[in-house]
């Protein structure tokens, strides 16, 4: 398999987001999902661009119910799968557009506030089915 970029938030989800994938677990997992791309959006409108093949290679796979958690994932590579770790990680490029980290600052910045926009989701989600 190509090298991917991939950042792990699972340690920032707090005491609530478990209690809600314990207790709604398939609602969570499509909420869950709709952040995930909202990510991905704005990890796109980071990347840095020569091509446009790395910026064209993000994308969410899941979400994956699993026993005790869900699994939703933001992927780069594809394509640009030889240089996309070296650009996320070099922070000492010069990018015209984008930044070093894009993903990982997006997802870094976004995770105290996951919860909370998973659980208003579900919300919203009740408020019209």
Do not use: C
Not at 14 to 19: E, I, K
Not at 47 to 75: F, K
Not at 77 to 98: R, T
Request: aromatic share 6%; no cysteine; proline share 5%.
């Amino acid at each position: 398999m190509a090298d991917v970029l991939y950042f792990k938030v699972q340690d920032t989800i707090t005491p609530a987001l478990r209690r809600l994938i314990a207790r709604i677990p398939e609602q969570v997992a499509d909420a869950l999902a709709v952040e995930a791309r909202i990510e991905t959006d704005e990890a796109r409108r980071r990347t840095p661009v020569d091509t446009g093949t790395l910026e064209a290679s993000g994308h969410v796979e899941g979400p994956v119910v699993r026993q005790g958690g869900v699994e939703v994932a933001i992927v780069f590579g594809g394509a640009a799968s030889a240089y996309a770790i070296y650009v996320h990680e070099n922070l000492e490029a010069f990018h015209p557009h984008g930044e070093a980290k894009f993903l990982e600052r997006t997802l870094t910045e976004s995770a105290p506030y996951l919860a909370d926009r998973v659980a208003r989701r579900i919300d919203l989600r009740r408020a019209v089915t």
